[in-house]
């Protein structure tokens, strides 16, 4: 029997190989690229190589976040190791931008001391493989996040996604170069892509965070929990809501309001189907109910939520 705080056996499966794949095609890319490199001494096909060598690194992590996120729940995580996920992305955030602020070095100076790139024509047939192969990576990953909801495979795919549009900036800037000769574009098109790339950085880091820090789940989300609490016709109401995400697995605990004349047995029957129902809407969550008879006067969570609201 699966856990399925980690997933079906088939998501599990699907994880593991577009680790793998990522990693694979990120090396071959980054030898690819860096061969360019030596060719032209483009700042452009640089910056696509660093681009490229940081997603090497990014994806190992991926692969070893991942694996380690898989792990079912043991004694010392109860809730099992989800968040290895965001703190991988948050770590690729950190490669992505850092690759990016180089290349911006690198593009001023060559503006500054500018230098033709040379043999473009070579630089330009290595550049189209490295977008085949991205844009078949790419797709790959797209397929297995939408299995899967892997945040980690997620931002791989991002920062990929990345790559096939500095393949094909690089692809521009060579082609225009060689056509009008003009020795900026190398540099500015260099620049372009360091500000994608640390775009992206910011974008991948605050999910990453949000996950951490046990941001609460959509406002679409706590909207559907309520009202599948509320339609079952023995519950009176709810209340201190409280949910999070540990990776891809998502985390519900909430306030059971019932008719406090119920028995324990016909209230816990409630709160079963309850949580069946959830489960059916949010496969995989992680899901504590509370019983209370309804009407209860106690210190809440919402109240105090709302107080500071108001103040």
């Given at each position: 029997?699966?856990?399925?705080?980690?997933?079906?056996?088939?998501?599990?499966?699907?994880?593991?190989?577009?680790?793998?794949?990522?990693?694979?095609?990120?090396?071959?890319?980054?030898?690819?690229?860096?061969?360019?490199?030596?060719?032209?001494?483009?700042?452009?096909?640089?910056?696509?190589?660093?681009?490229?060598?940081?997603?090497?690194?990014?994806?190992?992590?991926?692969?070893?976040?991942?694996?380690?996120?898989?792990?079912?729940?043991?004694?010392?995580?109860?809730?099992?190791?989800?968040?290895?996920?965001?703190?991988?992305?948050?770590?690729?955030?950190?490669?992505?931008?850092?690759?990016?602020?180089?290349?911006?070095?690198?593009?001023?100076?060559?503006?500054?001391?500018?230098?033709?790139?040379?043999?473009?024509?070579?630089?330009?047939?290595?550049?189209?493989?490295?977008?085949?192969?991205?844009?078949?990576?790419?797709?790959?990953?797209?397929?297995?996040?939408r299995r899967t909801g892997s945040l980690a495979i997620a931002a791989d795919r991002l920062h990929?996604?990345?790559?096939?549009?500095?393949?094909?900036?690089?692809?521009?800037?060579?082609?225009?170069?060689?056509?009008?000769?003009?020795?900026?574009?190398?540099?500015?098109?260099?620049?372009?892509?360091?500000?994608?790339?640390?775009?992206?950085?910011?974008?991948?880091?605050?999910?990453?965070?949000?996950?951490?820090?046990?941001?609460?789940?959509?406002?679409?989300?706590?909207?559907?929990?309520?009202?599948?609490?509320?339609?079952?016709?023995?519950?009176?109401?709810?209340?201190?809501?409280?949910?999070?995400?540990?990776?891809?697995?998502?985390?519900?605990?909430?306030?059971?309001?019932?008719?406090?004349?119920?028995?324990?047995?016909?209230?816990?029957?409630i709160s079963d189907a309850v949580e069946i129902s959830l489960r059916k809407a949010f496969p995989?969550?992680?899901?504590?109910?509370?019983?209370e008879p309804a009407g209860l006067d106690d210190d809440r969570l919402d109240h105090i939520i709302?107080?500071?609201?108001?103040?």
């Amino acid at each position: 029997m699966s856990d399925p705080s980690i997933g079906s056996p088939e998501e599990v499966r699907l994880k593991r190989r577009a680790t793998h794949v990522s990693v694979a095609v990120g090396v071959t890319l980054a030898l690819a690229k860096l061969a360019a490199w030596l060719i032209t001494g483009s700042v452009t096909i640089l910056s696509s190589l660093l681009d490229s060598m940081v997603d090497v690194i990014a994806s190992a992590i991926t692969m070893m976040t991942v694996s380690h996120s898989l792990r079912p729940p043991d004694r010392s995580h109860r809730f099992g190791h989800g968040k290895a996920e965001p703190l991988g992305a948050l770590a690729q955030a950190a490669f992505i931008g850092g690759s990016g602020l180089f290349i911006v070095f690198q593009a001023i100076d060559r503006f500054l001391d500018p230098k033709p790139p040379t043999g473009t024509s070579v630089g330009l047939a290595i550049m189209g493989v490295s977008i085949l192969l991205t844009l078949g990576l790419v797709t790959y990953q797209h397929h297995v996040v939408r299995r899967t909801g892997s945040l980690a495979i997620a931002a791989d795919r991002l920062h990929y996604s990345g790559d096939l549009l500095t393949n094909l900036a690089v692809v521009a800037a060579l082609g225009l170069f060689e056509y009008t000769g003009a020795l900026w574009l190398d540099p500015l098109v260099g620049i372009a892509i360091a500000g994608y790339l640390l775009a992206n950085a910011a974008g991948i880091g605050r999910g990453a965070v949000d996950v951490l820090m046990d941001r609460e789940l959509p406002a679409e989300d706590r909207r559907r929990i309520k009202e599948i609490v509320l339609a079952h016709d023995q519950v009176e109401g709810l209340h201190d809501l409280r949910t999070r995400s540990s990776g891809t697995t998502p985390i519900i605990a909430l306030h059971l309001e019932v008719d406090g004349e119920l028995t324990v047995n016909q209230a816990h029957d409630i709160s079963d189907a309850v949580e069946i129902s959830l489960r059916k809407a949010f496969p995989g969550a992680q899901i504590t109910l509370h019983q209370e008879p309804a009407g209860l006067d106690d210190d809440r969570l919402d109240h105090i939520i709302h107080k500071k609201h108001r103040t």
